[in-house]
């Protein structure tokens, strides 16, 4: 039997139930090959030379796969259709040669399909072909530029910004991006305006809104009306002057569907609808086409195969009826500029499967899967037809014009299964309906408002913003979008908070080091071109060797200028470039660099031994200010790399650290003489910023002496541990409620604490008798006990409940007989029925039984040692 090989255990499944019996099919899991991740693995020495080692956890793989082979000398690849997908037949050729499970009668050949259906699967076994070079050149030349840039360049950021993390090629200039945002943002001006709004009547008695376009005769720019005083003369003209409609003008409109997703494009509208990421959109796809519902998922084409087209017109007849269909199939022109990527849309493979048809039990895929279905159907119907209607309202004299619009939808078209998303958009006043409306109508004045507006910045990047801008810019391919954005967050350079992307203080250091020392590198244009470039080799027109040694060239020398580079000359730069955001403009106008501490050193951008960056003074060490990197006013406790100075107790010097496990006040510096310096945490409850140097002695004062204990003379202490605050007396630990008692606590109460926890040691404190009955007549004294649940008869080790509607005073000795005698024969009962169990267990327990399993415990404590 021939032996099929493809990515995942899924696909193996579907794709073995469609070829039968005839065929073994097997998985690969993905990559089998990869380089080792050390210095080396690309020689560019030896014409980029490249060295693979199979994974660990792929070997079992490649041997299952070379096993099957020594039965059917015939290996048929049929990876995805994409440049990954034949790297991965690359790999398994060549990591099976090596082994010599390919031989020389041995059949090799590639097999590709964009959907996995039966029909796709039988059709690509008829047309075989070999392994498509130029698309391994290319994944060659993007894997050796990524090792190259991510092993040279990572050093460098730890040498001269420590505690950076590595930087990569791509992921980098999409950094850049969110950067730049943010900067935008922290730089921009907001400026004031205000709109009139006024609420009108017709004759009717219909209300609809209108705004004010025209004022003084003159038609109102954005900025004309520029503070609360102009806005109310405006409001003011509007409100004493008669209004009436001046024109009506209806124009017919239409819009046209949106193509069919590609990779882009899904992870954008799945973003908007849903806010799923990108990696979580590319997971759910993954196993739609897995199952069998969808096309292939990584594209960057939009064109539809002929038949689906024809498909989707059937489907969409069915559903909606002729009027919906256009009067010719729709047809999108492909952006792919050459085979890099599988070529067709991203649709489901059958179009007469719904998403409740389908039955898919996962959320995410789910609807995932039902964003493709309508879109893919949209797509391919009529266009939406609508009236958009302008009515202007004028005054008498001219002086005053508002203007009304909205839109009639005569033919929804498309929009009855679908309408795309927007993208940081206001709703348009053009979505509204207005009443019926005549040239020369009164319009009465219910309303006049002014409104107070800013201009507002540029919002920050989502992940489906970002890809969109990526892809305008020709940045990634369709098969990186998701890495890369999910790269940069798991490197903490970039956070998502509700869905938007803010780069943290780590990433905008790494940013302005590389746009200082490696500008080329992370330029939109030059990163472009390089992708054009790879596109080129993929379509055989370029040599990617060619193309690796010329980037090399530039690349090794950048690197080699950065090693005469001294710290303190990239932090004066860094320092330099990060100014605006480090050391805003004070409101005093004040310089914002001038230390706060000193008043005479100067702020800059330092970094600690330990790694990562902090804000310190220029007069160190005889200032010791610090703060956390970034602007002032936002850092959490003002705890920086080296501590926050709260003041000396005698010569000791008192300071506020973070650590591993939370922040901490320590009395003087670690040294050798004194490695571990005394330290204390902070309790829970107990907020850093609130941290001072009375606060800080009294924790590092602690454990705190009560006094002598009045019956031993033992002293009493009182301190904060691991479970919280207590008090002590010699071996006996008593918790107290609340950390600021550790410090109050006086003698009395400390005494009566311990006394609980002694009365309580080892279990319940002793029940109290309320009332002695007298002895019960098989001997034994009978007594009333206070319970906790309730009052109960205690006679030897019986406890008779007394019920409750039967006062315990009034109890006589002969119902307190009965009631315990019922329980004792209740428990007799149970115990008669346990007793045989109990003699056989006796009778067959053997004497060596309890050293036997001494035995076998010792033996699993010496395996775990």
């Not at 893919?376 to 002086?399: H, P, Y």
Request: proline share 6%.
């Amino acid at each position: 039997m021939p032996v099929v090989v493809v990515e995942s255990p899924a696909k193996a499944k579907t794709i073995n139930k469609y070829l039968g019996s005839d065929y073994t099919v097997l998985a690969s899991f993905g990559h089998v090959r990869d380089l080792p991740p050390k210095d080396g693995s690309v020689d560019p020495d030896n014409e980029f030379e490249m060295t693979w080692e199979i994974a660990a956890d792929s070997r079992k793989h490649v041997k299952a796969i070379a096993d099957a082979l020594k039965d059917d000398p015939e290996l048929i690849l049929a990876t995805d259709p994409d440049r990954e997908g034949e790297a991965i037949s690359w790999h398994l050729q060549e990591a099976l040669t090596k082994r010599r499970a390919i031989k020389k009668d041995t059949k090799v050949s590639r097999v590709t399909f964009n959907a996995i259906t039966k029909n796709a699967v039988t059709e690509a076994m008829q047309s075989p072909r070999q392994v498509d070079t130029p698309l391994v050149e290319a994944y060659l030349a993007r894997r050796a530029l990524d090792y190259l840039v991510g092993f040279n360049l990572s050093p460098v950021l730890w040498r001269k910004l420590p505690g950076a993390k590595s930087a990569g090629r791509v992921q980098s200039v999409c950094l850049r991006l969110i950067v730049e945002r943010e900067m935008e943002i922290e730089a921009f001006k907001p400026q004031e305006y205000w709109t009139i709004k006024a609420l009108l009547e017709t004759p009717r008695g219909q209300q609809f809104e209108a705004r004010l376009t025209h004022f003084a005769g003159s038609k109102l720019d954005r900025f004309d009306l520029g503070n609360a005083t102009q806005a109310e003369l405006a409001a003011s003209a509007v409100s004493k002057r008669d209004l009436k409609v001046a024109s009506v003008e209806a124009k017919p409109a239409s819009r046209n569907p949106a193509p069919p997703f590609m990779t882009s494009t899904l992870q954008q509208e799945a973003s908007r609808k849903f806010g799923m990421g990108a990696r979580q959109t590319m997971s759910a796809a993954q196993r739609l086409y897995e199952a069998g519902l969808i096309t292939y998922m990584r594209t960057d084409g939009i064109d539809m195969a002929p038949e689906a087209v024809m498909s989707a017109r059937d489907a969409i007849k069915d559903k909606f009826g002729e009027e919906y269909l256009p009067s010719s199939p729709r047809m999108y022109k492909n952006k792919a500029k050459n085979a890099q990527e599988a070529h067709e849309c991203i649709r489901p493979t059958d179009m007469f499967v719904s998403t409740e048809k389908a039955r898919i039990a996962d959320a995410d895929q789910r609807k995932l899967y039902d964003l493709i279905y309508k879109r893919t159907l949209a797509s391919q119907m009529a266009a939406a037809k609508m009236e958009r209607t302008t009515v202007d309202i004028k005054s008498d004299d001219g002086e005053v014009v508002l203007r009304a619009t909205g839109q009639v939808v005569l033919f929804e078209g498309f929009i009855a299964i679908y309408e795309e998303g927007r993208d940081d958009t206001v709703v348009d006043d053009d979505d509204k309906r207005l009443p019926v409306l005549h040239v020369g109508d009164k319009t009465d004045k219910k309303d006049i408002t002014p409104e107070q507006h800013f201009t507002q910045p540029p919002p920050r990047y989502t992940e489906a913003t970002l890809v969109k801008r990526m892809e305008e810019l020709g940045i990634g391919r369709p098969s990186t979008y998701a890495s890369i954005v999910t790269t940069i967050q798991d490197r903490d350079y970039v956070k998502k908070d509700k869905n938007r992307l803010i780069p943290q203080d780590k990433g905008r250091l790494v940013t302005a080091f590389l746009s200082n020392y490696f500008h080329r590198y992370v330029e939109y244009d030059f990163t472009a071109s390089l992708e054009n470039e790879l596109d080129e080799v993929s379509a055989g027109e370029a040599d990617y060797k060619e193309l690796l040694a010329a980037f090399w060239r530039d690349f090794s020398a950048a690197v080699a200028e950065t090693s005469e580079l001294r710290i303190t000359e990239v932090l004066d730069k860094i320092n330099e470039v990060l100014e605006p955001h480090l050391f805003p403009p004070t409101e005093d106008g004040s310089d914002p660099r001038a230390c706060p501490n000193c008043g005479n050193g100067r702020l800059s951008m330092r970094t600690a031994r330990s790694g990562g960056a902090f804000i310190g003074c220029s007069n160190y060490p005889e200032c010791r200010f610090t703060r956390p990197f970034g602007p002032p006013g936002t850092e959490d406790s003002g705890i920086g790399p080296d501590g926050k100075l709260l003041g000396y107790d005698g010569e000791d010097k008192i300071t506020l650290r973070d650590g591993r496990f939370g922040p901490y006040v320590q009395r003087g510096d670690a040294t050798e003489e004194n490695p571990k310096p005394p330290r204390s945490s902070l309790p829970k409850g107990w907020s850093p910023e609130a941290i001072d140097l009375e606060k800080a002695l009294m924790l590092l004062n602690l454990p705190r002496e009560v006094g002598p204990h009045p019956e031993d003379g033992v002293m009493i202490e009182a301190g904060i541990g691991r479970f919280g605050p207590f008090v002590k007396h010699g071996t006996v630990y008593a918790n107290i409620k609340d950390v600021d008692e550790v410090f109050e606590i006086g003698m009395n109460r400390a005494v009566e604490v311990l006394a609980q926890k002694a009365a309580g040691r080892g279990g319940r404190a002793t029940a109290k008798a309320l009332k002695e009955l007298g002895d019960h007549p098989d001997g034994g004294k009978m007594s009333i006990m206070e319970g906790r649940y309730g009052p109960y008869v205690k006679w030897e080790k019986v406890n008779a409940t007394i019920p409750k509607d039967t006062d315990p005073d009034s109890l006589t000795v002969e119902a307190a007989i009965e009631l315990v005698n019922a329980k004792a024969g209740a428990k007799g009962k149970k115990k008669t029925a346990k007793k045989p169990a109990a003699k056989k267990t006796t009778a067959k327990k053997p004497a060596a039984k309890k050293p036997a399993a001494k035995k076998t415990t010792t033996a699993k404590k010496a395996d775990d040692e």
